[in-house]
């Protein structure tokens, strides 16, 4: 008798389930679930070439790694985009290379003007990209 009070009971419940779908709600799930195809091959390309420079190539003397940190920090600790605090930031003798995608001709700027505070003018390669 138990069984079937509970049998009847999951009946019941499932058939109160109210919410249907609907157009709209088939049109914003596909809407959420859409995925873009970024091609960045060019990118992938550049950082395969043995001529790049890549966070590898950083030394693991304390010079370079104060300056990177430095950099990094004051970078960080700015209202950027994420993509801006995420630059790569490579220091090997003393020279700076900074690579990455940044939202704004102004943050390029910025960025490279905290790095050459940091490690001097002459030694800084600013090689960041401006995303259209």
Do not use: H, W, Y
């Not at 019941?12 to 873009?36: E, F, K, M, W, Y």
């Not at 960080?76 to 790569?88: E, F, H, I, P, R």
């Amino acid at each position: 008798m138990k069984r079937f009070i509970l049998g009847a009971l999951c009946i019941v419940a499932l058939g109160c389930n109210t919410s249907t779908p609907t157009a709209d709600n088939d049109r914003l799930n596909d809407d959420t679930n859409q995925v873009v195809d970024r091609d960045n091959t060019a990118v992938n390309a550049r950082d395969r070439s043995i001529a790049a420079t890549t966070p590898f190539d950083q030394k693991e003397n304390q010079s370079d790694i104060d300056i990177t940190a430095k950099i990094r920090s004051q970078v960080v600790g700015t209202d950027m985009s994420l993509n801006a605090q995420n630059v790569k930031i490579m220091t090997k003798d003393g020279n700076v290379t900074l690579r990455g995608p940044v939202a704004t001709a102004d943050e390029k700027l910025k960025i490279g003007r905290l790095a050459n505070e940091v490690a001097g003018t002459q030694n800084v390669d600013n090689q960041l990209e401006v995303q259209p």
